[in-house]
């Protein structure tokens, strides 16, 4: 499994990680690097890179900032703003959360033959959808868009559960970091060299 040669990144920043205790997500440390450093990794090969949202975590010089509108009106307004922010296009878009260890894992298995879908997303074991583990057919993406209308405080099955999506089943590398509790497991598995299995 590969990445298509051409593709773009919108990488969300946004989340106010109530269950962290307010802190700024994307900036905490886990193993010795700051959150959004792996999605950051796995999508570095990005033709456009946006970064949806504010945080303090160090990014990429080239990385487009950009914040939803209003601020904090959720990952869809969030989605539709990386959008707006890409001025030529490239044929996919992978969208993916600051929270997410496993994120270079991901990455290579949303490489799947997508066929004549509008793009791959990753499922959870019990089948749940990862909308923010998805590479999507930009043209796909952006027409869902438009559909939406107002994004603001829409969900992400608003904005793409329309989409003809290869569903990927995975066990673990979908896992995020919501709670102390996850960081402490990631943090394990990334220490004793599991990379993904946050068990």
């Known amino acids: 499994m590969s990445k298509p040669v051409a ?3 919108i990488v ?10 307010g802190v700024d997500k994307a900036a905490v440390q886990l193993a010795g690097r700051s959150l959004v450093s792996r999605p950051l990794e796995a999508v570095r090969d990005a033709r456009t890179l946006v970064v949806v949202g504010r945080t303090s975590a160090e990014l990429p010089a080239r990385a487009l900032r950009v914040v939803e509108e209003p601020p904090g009106s959720g990952p869809a307004a969030a989605v539709v703003a990386g959008l707006r922010a890409i001025r030529q296009p490239a044929p996919w878009t992978y969208l993916i959360a600051c929270d997410l260890p496993g994120a270079v894992r991901a990455i290579q298995l949303l490489g ?5 879908s509008d793009g791959v997303v990753l499922t959870e074991p019990a089948g749940r959808r990862q909308w923010l583990l998805g590479r999507y057919r930009s043209r796909a993406l952006r027409s869902a868009a438009q559909a939406l209308g ?31 509790d996850d960081h402490d497991r990631w943090t394990q598995a990334l220490d004793d060299g599991g990379g993904a299995r946050p068990d």
């Open 12 to 21: 969300l920043v946004g989340g106010a990680g109530s269950r962290l205790g």
């Open 112 to 116: 799947a033959d997508a066929g004549e």
């Open 150 to 180: 107002d994004p603001a405080n829409r969900s992400m099955r608003a904005l793409l559960g329309e989409l003809r999506l290869v569903d990927v089943p995975v066990d673990d590398v979908w896992r995020d970091v919501d709670t102390w």
């Open 7 to 9: 593709f773009d990144a």
